[in-house]
T-cell receptor, first 112, second 113 residues
Framework: QKEVEQNSGPLSVPEGAIASLNCTYS??????FFWYRQYSGKSPELIMF????GDKEDGRFTAQLNKASQYVSLLIRDSQPSDSATYLC????????????FGKGTSLLVTP | NAGVTQTPKFRILKIGQSMTLQCTQD?????MYWYRQDPGMGLKLIYY???????DKGEVPNGYNVSRSTTEDFPLRLELAAPSQTSVYFC????????????FGPGTRLTVT
């Protein structure tokens, strides 16, 4: 089983700060990487995906991918209390067909 | 577009009963998936489908069955429900290139007692 690891948290940041969420994966041949946000009692919501090394920005969110070090991160700028949720990292592996391997998620708490 | 819809939202089953969880998507996606999510355990893939008439097992298929007769619908059947099947079930669909990103339905919370 290919592993996707995340720190479970909770990660607590003050409102307006940058939240940094990290994810490591074991399958060196992994192709695509995804960040989902999941509010308590709700379904996962796609924030963004990345498949090339480097940074990808979308509004207040930046995904960073480093395939050599096998990690992917999500930065949330100007964090808001409404960003408080669990963030799931998912990876499309080299041999997983169309399926994604999900990490267990990092709980983020943004305090006013 | 409604996206991915699931019914029912909640259900309580007695041990040994059977039921079908419904999933429909209106995005014309070829790929569809069923996951279960247990507290602290992350999402586990039960079954997936790459198109009408084609299904395959995921990581935790035992106790479940699926069918895919149309592009839009991907029902999940639970036979002889067991307490271990108490979970939240999510259906998802994806397009293909470039990244096969998946979009999730609202989920079904199932309790087996």
């Amino acid at each position: 089983q290919k592993e996707v690891e995340q720190n479970s948290g909770p990660l607590s940041v003050p409102e307006g700060a940058i939240a940094s969420l990290n994810c490591t994966y074991s399958d060196r041949g992994s192709q695509s990487f995804f960040w989902y946000r999941q509010y308590s009692g709700k379904s996962p919501e796609l924030i963004m995906f990345i498949y090339s090394n480097g940074d990808k920005e979308d509004g207040r969110f930046t995904a960073q991918l480093n395939k050599a070090s096998q990690y992917v991160s999500l930065l949330i700028r100007d964090s808001q209390p409404s960003d408080s949720a669990t963030y799931l990292c998912a990876v499309k592996g080299s041999n997983s067909g169309y399926a994604l391997n999900f990490g267990k998620g990092t709980s983020l708490l943004v305090t006013p | 577009n409604a996206g991915v819809t699931q019914t029912p939202k909640f259900r309580i089953l007695k041990i040994g009963q059977s039921m079908t969880l419904q999933c429909t998507q209106d995005m014309n996606h070829n790929y569809m998936y069923w996951y279960r999510q247990d507290p602290g355990m992350g999402l586990k893939l039960i079954y997936y489908s790459v198109g009408a008439g084609i299904t395959d097992k995921g990581e935790v298929p035992n106790g479940y069955n699926v069918s895919r007769s149309t592009t839009e619908d991907f029902p999940l059947r639970l036979e002889l429900a067991a307490p271990s099947q108490t979970s939240v079930y999510f259906c998802a669909s994806s397009r293909d290139l470039p990244a096969y990103e998946q979009y999730f339905g609202p989920g079904t919370r199932l309790t087996v007692t």
